[in-house]
Nanobody, 123 residues
Framework: QVRLVESGGGLVQAGGSLRLSCANS????????MGWFRQAPGKEHDFVAA????????YYADSVKSRFTISRDNAKSTTYLQMNSLKPEDTAVYYC????????????????WGQGTQVTVSS
């Protein structure tokens, strides 16, 4: 089966950086897009960033687009999220997502999910 596994979370001081990774360690599938979502305590499950697998086009939530960078490695079936200038409000569980079908809205409708990695930003 498809298995998305996140890594790279941890504790960082405000203004610092982290890089998250997400790789498919299971069966091969035709990736159309991969992305990142996050959920803070008591908050909704929100879109963070996504990348198209075909041409590398990127998409960001307004709250992160000046600070976060998403990228992909097609050969490794891996996506990365470089997070700079982290703020306490970035604290959340970050979930990797993937899609195996074409869809024009990159903020939603993913069919594979990782189990999440905790990011904590101290003030």
């Amino acid at each position: 089966q498809v298995r998305l596994v996140e890594s790279g979370g941890g504790l960082v001081q405000a203004g610092g950086s982290l890089r998250l990774s997400c790789a498919n360690s299971g069966r091969t599938f035709s990736i159309y897009a991969m992305g990142w979502f996050r959920q803070a305590p008591g908050k909704e499950h929100d879109f963070v960033a996504a990348v198209s697998w075909s041409d590398g086009s990127t998409y960001y939530a307004d709250s992160v687009k000046s600070r976060f960078t998403i990228s992909r490695d097609n050969a490794k079936s891996t996506t990365y999220l470089q997070m700079n200038s982290l703020k306490p409000e970035d604290t959340a569980v970050y979930y990797c997502a993937a899609r195996n079908f074409r869809y024009n809205n990159y903020t939603q409708n993913y069919n594979y999910w990782g189990q999440g990695t905790q990011v904590t930003v101290s003030s």
